[in-house]
């Protein structure tokens, strides 16, 4: 079995790395190497689950109130699944790629439905062999149904106010003729499955086909959905969620292949920004027969407003280049030079591949690579032969040349330092203080140290309740504020949003006149809301770490207070305000944004320069409403309930280490019980220990860790 089909032996000894044993695949197995670029991912994985032991032997010996904030840590930890959202252009390879990063060839079918807006979310779990573990499936409500067919969608409803009625009614066509199909395959239980969830102890192709992929047109409406055709739920899945063992990934991971954006009736647009939303980490995916084009505006405008150490530019379909050693870097050249004039990430990682090549590694169908290809592969390898690791087989550096171990290179890293990092750290800082709550409790059953006298723990509890009121409600209170500014600050960019525009299409109407069609950028529009959220989000950040930090004060002189010198040495570990996460919902496309058949009609049907002008300023305001609506609650709103949430954690936390300490000091009169004080030490040790090890994994030395200052003339005026 050779490597290369068709390509001369002289060509084939050109290989970088390659032994004549290498050239047959018949005795590969390649998960030895898929895991190529994991590293990182492997060592977080390693750090994970020494962390949650230490914090197992903790729950095993915590009381009853510290036992559940332990097992919240534990719970938290054991939920993070880092998610990898997969953008990109149509006809991109996006599905092809992320059968290649799951170690999948043949996982998801490449014939996704154009038709439908469906995110499939690929739930990856760390398994001695791969498996396919269940899946559950999201059919579209009936409000959604309803409101396309009325509306036409978001475009619909701009046409509609544009009053552009041969493209509304050219768009309730296309919609009806979607549902008429629906019909036609689901007959009678069409109505009954709206809003439904599907869920299945496993999938397969098959089951795969019936939700996501283009079916038939046409099918009997006496034939039973159960029967296996593919597409009998395409027209109306929503989302599609697949769990799956693999062998290959040592964390578990959740990647979101995303259906794209300018969809007809910016559905899927819409349904990509929310996928966006809630991941951290995304692969823009595009072809480098296309690159990235000004015609590509909702993706570029979906990448200017992710950071750049959030975004992957994987340019695949490599393999269908003439000569990839030159006009690769002529593309990346060209991309960065694009995202540079749209205000984009310029230093975001730009990577190159073939998701086809890494899919024939993965079915051990290297042999079937096609000729034009193989030439092609050939050339990139004599390209990149300094890339390439020594003693590569040939299996191992077709999938090196692919791509595919930079690309999980790159999302190892991200993962680890973007989310991994700030989860371990902040996880066992708060374990830290828990320990250290138990190690106090523990000192005064075995020692009964001195503590200030007359303060009962319902005491303790009622004053410690009461400043827990009083922090939440300043943060509550300043967040308001600083959203109430941004909100005046985004209604501000708006108006002169608008103002500029009109004025703009006044003097374009008194230069030009009426016969040549006017266009104007609304990228302005989205620099002052972008600049606007900037501003919020660094405040919010700001207000927050001050209430952390006076919240942590005020609970040190609590401690202090009631319960005396027995916690000197305790730690609490103070909260760190998270970044706000990118404001993905300035992608949407506003009016400004089309230029389309129904916006020449307008222009042409409208007469004088005022009626332009009004009318132009109505129309504007009335399509951004909703969208500004959106963009001034939706980000912040989310954001501070997290402040918030983040804070009332924290709080809860130091109640429970006040009624761990009280309780302990209830005890001292079972200290004369041998079998108890036996208990009590074995306890003390292994809250020792396990307070070292937790030390150890935040970083922190062990003989002199960071203790709260607690002023002593406030704790004079608080006793």
């Not at 002052?528 to 919010?540: D, E, F, T």
């Not at 939706?634 to 804070?647: D, T, V």
Request: glycine content about 6%; aromatic content about 6%.
């Amino acid at each position: 079995m050779t490597l290369m089909p068709q390509i001369a032996d002289s060509e084939q000894d050109d290989l970088p790395g390659q032994s004549p044993e290498a050239q047959s695949l018949e005795s590969l197995a390649p998960q030895e190497f898929l895991d190529l670029g994991l590293e990182p991912l492997a060592a977080f994985a390693a750090r994970a689950r020494k962390l949650d032991a230490s914090l197992s032997a903790l729950e095993h010996v915590a009381g009853d109130a510290t036992g559940r904030s332990v097992a919240r840590l534990r719970q938290e930890l054991a939920e993070f699944e880092p998610a990898i959202t997969i953008l990109g252009q149509v006809k991109a390879g996006k599905t092809t790629l992320v059968n290649a990063m799951a170690g999948w060839s043949d996982l998801l079918p490449s014939d996704v439905n154009p038709w439908t807006s469906v995110v499939t979310s690929l739930h990856l779990i760390p398994g001695p062999r791969r498996q396919e573990v269940g899946a559950r499936f999201q059919l579209m409500k009936e409000d959604e149904w309803d409101r396309l067919l009325t509306k036409g969608g978001r475009l619909g409803e701009l046409a509609q106010r544009a009053d552009a009625g041969g493209e509304l009614d050219k768009i309730r066509n296309q919609i009806e003729t979607m549902r008429e199909k629906s019909r036609r395959r689901l007959g009678r239980k069409f109505e009954l499955l709206l809003g439904q969830e599907h869920e299945y102890g496993y999938f397969d192709r098959n089951l795969l086909e019936r939700y996501v992929c283009l079916g038939d047109d046409f099918i009997d409406e006496d034939e039973a959905p159960d029967d296996g055709k593919q597409g009998w739920f395409a027209d109306i899945t929503r989302a599609a969620d697949l769990y799956l063992n693999t062998a290959v990934l040592p964390y578990q991971m959740c990647i979101r292949d995303t259906p794209g954006v300018n969809d007809t009736f910016l559905m899927r647009e819409q349904v990509t920004i929310g996928a966006v939303r809630d991941s951290r980490i995304c692969v823009v995916v595009l072809s480098a027969n296309q690159a990235l084009t000004t015609v590509d505006m909702g993706l570029i405008r979906l990448i200017s407003n992710l950071k750049s150490r959030d975004v992957i530019i994987f340019v695949n379909r490599i393999d269908e280049l003439s000569d990839p050693a030159t006009q690769v870097p002529e593309i990346e050249a060209s991309i960065r030079d694009t995202l540079a004039k749209h205000q984009g990430p310029q230093d975001a990682t730009i990577l190159f591949g073939s998701g086809y090549w890494a899919n024939k590694v993965l079915g051990e169908t290297v042999e079937d690579i096609e000729p034009e290809s193989a030439k092609v592969l050939m050339s990139w390898a004599r390209a990149r032969a300094a890339d390439i690791k020594p003693g590569s087989n040939s299996a191992e550096m077709v999938w090196q040349l692919s791509g595919l171990s930079a690309l999980n290179l790159a999302i190892s890293e991200r993962i680890v330092a973007t989310l991994g990092e700030p989860l371990l750290g902040r996880i066992g800082s708060d374990a830290v203080s828990i320990a250290g709550g138990m190690q106090v409790a523990n000192r005064v059953r075995l020692e009964g140290a001195s503590h200030v006298e007359d303060v009962s723990l319902p005491e303790v509890i009622e004053r410690l309740d009461s400043l827990t009121k009083e922090h939440t409600k300043a943060l509550a209170d300043n967040l308001a504020t600083i959203t109430k500014s941004y909100h005046e600050r985004a209604d501000r960019a708006h108006t002169s949003f608008l103002e500029r525009a009109t004025a703009s299409l006044v003097k374009h109407l008194e230069d030009y006149g009426e016969h040549e069609v006017w266009q104007y950028d609304p990228t302005g529009l989205r620099l002052l809301l972008r600049s606007a959220y900037s501003v919020y989000a660094a405040h919010a950040q700001s207000a927050a770490n001050e209430a952390f930090s006076a919240a942590v004060q005020d609970m040190a002189v609590l401690l202090y207070t009631s319960f005396g010198d027995v916690v000197e040495g305790i730690e609490l570990a103070q909260p760190e305000a998270p970044e706000a996460p990118a404001p993905a919902a300035l992608a949407q496309t506003i009016v400004l944004d089309f230029n389309d058949g129904w916006w020449v009609s307008w222009w042409r049907r409208t007469r004088g320069y005022k009626a332009f002008s009004e009318k132009f300023y109505s129309m504007i305001a009335g399509e951004t409403q909703n969208f500004m609506a959106e963009f001034k609650t939706l980000p912040p709103g989310a954001f501070n309930a997290q402040l918030e949430g983040i804070l009332q954690s924290f709080l809860e936390q130091c109640r429970n280490i006040a009624i761990e300490i009280g309780k302990s000091n209830d005890d001292k009169s079972h200290l004369q019980d041998v079998a108890l004080s036996t208990e009590e030490k074995r306890r003390s040790s292994v809250i020792e220990n396990v307070l070292a090890d937790l030390k150890e994994a935040v970083g922190e030395p062990q003989d002199e860790a960071p203790q709260v200052d607690v002023p002593q003339a406030e704790v004079a005026e608080n006793e």
